[in-house]
């Protein structure tokens, strides 16, 4: 398999495609295919449900944006979640009330991406968003005295707030 793709990506470059980019994609294939030996139905399947987690280096010294979903099992230093915001955590449509189920299982989503983080956390909510008024999400004061919360940035001089910039 892995053989096969090298030649699929040796074709591309021979009609002229972005070297770099197909360079790229055969070095991200190469261990999938490795995995799969001979056994193409599997090579699609997991080509199919795989996430850009999957490919993600922790030596990278750089930010790494991740849904919730994509950092299971994975810790950083510091991490931000943001949008924690009623009708985002907990994702609803306007004017509908998510189902108790619903509520627990994006609850369970907010814990993993607060206990992704190793030393620093922090919770980012918009007092509007789009042109209109927000919330916090309701997930916020589950957390209690256990959260700092530091003031809006409304709430400081212009100059104070262009210097920490």
């Not at 994975?74 to 991490?79: C, I, N």
């Not at 931000?80 to 915001?85: D, W």
């Not at 003031?151 to 104070?160: D, F, L, T, Y």
């Amino acid at each position: 398999m892995a053989e096969r793709v090298r030649r699929a990506g040796d074709v591309v470059l021979a009609r002229g495609g972005a070297a770099a980019e197909i360079h790229t994609a055969v070095d991200l294939l190469k261990p999938l295919a490795s995995r799969c030996g001979d056994d193409l139905a599997r090579f699609r399947t997991e080509l199919s449900l795989g996430v850009e987690v999957d490919t993600w280096d922790p030596r990278a010294d750089r930010v790494s944006l991740l849904t919730l979903h994509a950092a299971k099992g994975l810790e950083f230093p510091v991490v931000f979640v943001v949008g924690c915001e009623d009708g985002l955590l907990p994702l609803r449509w306007p004017g509908t009330e998510p189902a108790e189920e619903e509520l627990a299982e994006e609850r369970r989503l907010l814990f993993v991406g607060i206990t992704r983080a190793q030393r620093h956390l922090y919770l980012s909510h918009a007092a509007e968003r789009g042109g209109r008024t927000s919330g916090r999400s309701r997930f916020l004061a589950d957390l209690g005295d256990a959260v700092e919360v530091l003031g809006s940035p409304r709430n400081r001089p212009r100059e104070q707030q262009l210097r920490l910039l």
